[in-house]
């Protein structure tokens, strides 16, 4: 029998996370589309050429790619101040969130993008397309399936990064593990925490599946 | 319908220059289906790349319909591209859509409205005899197919030329020959003209008028089929039918005899019995009606001590045969 103050708990931590990894997945997924984008088009070769460009910012995303997630969450604390006003709390959470996520998503939707053959986007050119009509019709749309699939890979990444975020006061499910369950022994939060963790991240990775198997036609 | 003046195309790889194109002047007639040829690095795919400014030339002017594309940037290029049709070795379709909407996709880059865009494009289709596909998926078509939605878009605009990029190297010889005969189709129903780099020969044979044979970034030697096939230095009469290594006929000499337009119809074997006394061996050969003309390559062996064999040889080349001692 569940206790209800444990539903309770699990329910708080729940939101809590959902909150962080909800805002964090929908700042960085459009902050990762448009790096990742940037990077491709300023790429040599690119639609929009730019090496030295290219060169520094694949420089920040590594830079953003390198620092562990606990890391990072310490040392950009005068940004996150700056952004939402305090560095503590799930709001401020997020800042980091996002932040780590989107050089995270850049990469994979720099990946996604390129598995998009060349020769397609060399016809869109001879049929006389913009750019600006290639990179929305051609590079996004061809690229869908995997834009997904990896949003998919981030947002269970986003997951696993919350629950340091307790750290900061956070919240959420991994800081219930570790406060309750960890520190004070509480099993039956711990393995709940854990059961419900493993059903989300099975829930999300399941509807990512479907999505990108709906996109994809080859 | 187009001129190429001065054309040179540089590429630098790892610091060390490469020149793809160097210096090729051509020019396609209204009407015309012009094939470029020769092995792969010879630079016949930057030449194409070069005629629609996918790659920009170093050098050179590029006269498409009176319009010089190099002189041209931006909106105005692609104003300009979108009146010529584009095909590719490898289809270049867009595996998120449908034919339908790979077609569709043209005619929205040109900016048709929904409406007028789902009539032409059912029109399309038809045109290439897709119509019961419309709804398939790239994935779900056969090479074939697939080149035929690669086609349909390539006609979208109504373009007047026709730029073939290995269009048929990508599909089995069947498939092949169904594609050249809609291509030749079409050139004759629509007025296209065609400028189409290959290497394979069944396309000179089945769909060019001219030809180029590109090595090394310049043409070795370019014009009409027929004219080139008569000539005996033509290599293209020698690529378009290879009469294999030349084997020993004891007592014999080997000669290879080109015939191309009215020629091919004359009676030659028999002539060369009736007249000069000759047996007459057929060691190798093929005579073949092309897009261009009739035309094709005999290695006969003819007996060394028969006294009339040189004013025979004669006889056939001043009736218009290509006659050359086989090597």
Known sequence: ?218 | MIRIEGLRKTFHSRGRPVTAVDGVDLTVAEGEVFGVVGRSGAGKSTLLRCVNLLERPDEGHVTVDGVELTALRDDRLRQARQGIGMIHQHFALLASRTAADNVSFALEVMGVPRRERAVRVAELLDLVGLADRAGAYPAQLSGGQKQRVGIARALASRPRLLLSDEATSALDPDTTGAILSLLRGLTQRLGLTILLITHEMEVVKRLCDAVAIMRDGRFVESGPVAELISRTDSQLARDIFPLGPVPTVPGHLLYDVTLAGTVGDEAFVSRLTRRHDLDVRIVAGAVEQLAATRAGRLRIALPEAAPGLADALGDLRTAGFGVEAAR
Request: glycine share 12%.
């Open chain 1, 1 to 218: 029998m569940i206790a209800p103050d444990l539903v309770d708990l699990l329910w708080q931590g729940f939101v809590e996370t959902a909150y962080m990894v909800g805002v964090a997945t929908l700042l960085s997924g459009a902050g990762g589309l448009l790096v990742g984008v940037l990077l491709i088009l300023t790429d040599r070769g690119g639609l929009l050429a730019a090496p030295r460009l290219n060169g520094l910012l694949g420089l920040i995303v590594n830079i953003g790619r390198s620092l562990p997630f606990i890391i990072l969450l310490v040392a950009i604390s005068p940004f996150t101040r700056a952004v939402v006003g305090t560095t503590i709390g799930t709001t401020a959470a997020i800042v980091p969130l996002t932040v780590s996520a989107i050089p995270f998503y850049a990469r994979i939707v720099e990946a996604a993008i390129r598995e998009v053959g060349r020769d397609v986007v060399d016809a869109a050119r001879a049929m006389g397309a913009s750019r600006r009509q290639i990179i929305v019709k051609v590079l996004l749309r061809e690229a869908r399936p995997g834009l997904v699939a990896g949003l998919t890979i981030t947002v269970v990444a986003l997951i696993g990064y919350s629950a340091m975020a307790g750290v900061i006061g956070g919240g959420g499910l991994g800081d219930l593990a570790l406060r309750y369950g960890y520190q004070r022994f509480e099993d039956d939060v711990m393995v709940g925490t854990v059961v419900l963790l493993i059903v989300v991240v099975q829930a999300v990775q399941m509807l990512g599946d479907r999505v990108a198997r709906r996109l994809s036609h080859r």
